[in-house]
């Protein structure tokens, strides 16, 4: 957990979603070290899923070409192994309950600990459903990170109180998309979270600008981008890395 605490140390954290496999782990590899380069201050590794009910259309087909391509858990443990020998910032992954439970969950998060992944994401895991998981990951020293959405109301302290690793915060309602707008009251999310742990919290969904990143990182510690970096890699393929790799400097820049 310490991994996930220093992406917070030098100021406001940039946060890059790529789903595994897409268009192939050679690609993935490439550019999640181009991120890296660039400034990205932790990666959230999509583990494909064929009903992936968090995300919009983008992640979607990202996740439908990655599993079309021959991508599996397994696969993606081998990957992450040798991609944790050239990079050293937090990976987490962001996957659906049922992948982990159908591989077992004891050997899901035991692998991530030998293959050097720091936390997990569990967008369709209840609040009130996590000690499925939690035991196991605490176990292996693997941080459940929490997500709080503009629903959670009075939900929001209680999932702070128990936050791990870092909280992801949503920042819309629906599913994962890049948006012309973020209307929520996230001042007030935040500053509940505040009141109620130290644990960082960062903002995802929807944010795709530098000035969309730099105010969602105003408002709390980090801007989590995920979206805009798969059109990237779904327009451009076997190139993407290079120009996931430029936009990824002009979003650290602002923060």
Do not use: H, W
Not at 117 to 145: N, Q, S, T
């Amino acid at each position: 957990m310490n991994r996930i605490k220093s992406a917070f140390e030098n100021g406001k954290a940039f946060i890059a979603f790529i789903t595994c496999g897409d268009p192939d782990l050679e690609t993935t590899a490439a550019v999640v070290k181009e991120a890296v380069k660039n400034g990205a201050d932790l990666i959230e590794l999509g583990i494909p899923f064929s009903d992936p009910t968090a995300e919009g259309p983008v992640i979607q087909g990202a996740n439908l070409r990655a599993l079309k391509g021959g991508v599996t858990t397994d696969k993606i443990f081998d990957f992450v192994k040798k991609l944790r020998g050239e990079v050293d910032v937090p990976l987490v992954f962001m996957t659906y309950s049922n992948v982990v439970f159908s591989y077992g969950a004891e050997r899901f998060i035991s692998l991530c600990k030998d293959t050097g992944i720091d936390g997990l994401i569990l967008p369709d895991l209840p609040f009130e459903e996590k000690d499925e998981f939690l035991p196991v990951c605490r176990k292996y020293g693997i941080a459940l990170i929490s997500l709080i959405a503009p629903t959670s109301e009075n939900r929001i302290a209680m999932i702070a109180k128990e936050a791990e690793g870092f909280l992801y915060i949503v920042s819309s309602l629906g599913v994962t998309g890049t948006r012309s707008e973020i209307t929520t009251d996230l001042k007030s999310m935040v500053a509940l979270v505040r009141q109620n742990t130290d644990i960082p919290c960062a903002i995802g969904f929807g944010i795709s600008t530098p000035e969309q990143a730099k105010k969602m990182a105003g408002l709390s510690d980090g801007a989590i981008v995920g979206s805009a970096i798969i059109k990237l890699i779904e327009k451009y393929g076997k190139a993407a890395p290079e120009y996931v790799g430029k936009y990824v400097k002009s979003m650290t820049q602002v923060l």
